[in-house]
């Protein structure tokens, strides 16, 4: 089960919630998955919003914003930890074997649940697997969305870490906080909370900046982050964004949203607000 402050978000609005465990051999382990059923749709997974979360956090952190809006437009949410990520997942962390995770994943979904219409959630390295996914999909896809998707990822400093604390002063932040508790304070900017937020590398016992090394080594060895030629996709970033420096110039719709940062973009309600109509449009 998720967190206590996320089955009271479920409870709150009566929605369904299921676990299961996928192996993942490149990975050597199991991946923890969870799927919110909207609570009335519940035997209906024809259209699923497929979530891919960003670095250093899990499956459910910091998402709540989103997947409430999400499953109050009737939207099914399945989401799913990384690879070395989450303390309900078993899998290691390899910049060599990421690539072939989301492909897993989604192999799974199309096998085990009934679903005809797919769309693809990412944030910050997430969105960046479903843009390398969309490339060359093995699954008809209805969209993609990308949030945060970095761009120039040697930006990652504590110059940056230093400036994501400024969400702080954001009141969406603290709403967050009072699901999870001030001791959950954004656990993606570094060593903090690795107890509660797992980062589970090849080689055991290198350090948590030994893996945004690999998150690096990862985004290197791609051809680059320009989009795809897929035909509906969303790209959203925050204005004091410093990874994610994008005009709209690349054939797909960016929006930048004033005022938010790398991390405060996906705990932005405009935020959520945007891809649900996104995804709702024809």
């Known amino acids: 089960m998720p967190r206590a402050a996320t089955i009271g978000m479920l409870l709150d609005l009566e929605h369904r ?25 519940h035997n209906d997974l024809s259209t699923l919003v497929m979530f891919v979360h960003s670095t250093g956090n899990d499956a459910y952190y910091p998402n ?10 009737g939207l099914p949410v399945l989401t799913f930890d990384l690879d070395g990520h989450g303390n309900k997942s078993t899998t290691v962390f390899s910049s060599q ?14 096998k085990n649940l009934q679903v005809t219409k797919l769309h693809l959630v990412g944030v910050s390295l997430g969105a960046a697997l479903v843009l390398d996914y969309s490339r060359n999909p093995r699954a008809e896809l209805a969209s993609i969305t990308m949030l ?3 761009k120039d990822v040697q930006g990652v400093s504590l110059k940056l870490a230093a400036q994501e604390l400024s969400a702080i002063f954001h009141s969406v932040f603290w709403s967050h906080v009072g699901y999870y508790g001030l001791r959950h304070f954004m656990p993606a ?31 290197a060895a791609r051809e680059g982050l320009d989009a795809s030629s897929f035909p509906k996709q969303l790209l959203l970033a925050g ?20 005022h938010l940062t790398h991390f405060s973009c996906q705990l932005s309600e405009t935020c959520a607000e945007l891809v649900v109509s996104f995804l709702c449009s024809p």
């Open 17 to 41: 919630y299921q676990t299961y465990s996928v192996p993942r051999k490149a990975a050597k382990g199991l991946t923890h998955v969870g799927l919110f059923r909207p609570k009335d749709r």
């Open 97 to 110: 074997t990421i690539s072939s995770m989301l492909p897993d994943i989604v192999d799974w979904v199309l």
């Open 189 to 219: 900017l570094g060593r903090f909370r690795r107890w509660e937020f797992p980062v589970r590398l090849v080689t055991p016992g290198q350090g948590f900046f030994y893996y945004l090394d690999a998150v690096q080594e990862y985004f």
């Open 64 to 73: 709540f914003v989103l997947f409430r809006a999400l499953l109050a437009a």
């Open 148 to 150: 945060s998707l970095p």
């Open 239 to 258: 204005s004091w964004d410093s990874l994610a420096k994008y005009e709209a110039t690349s054939g797909l719709k960016v929006v930048i949203l004033p």
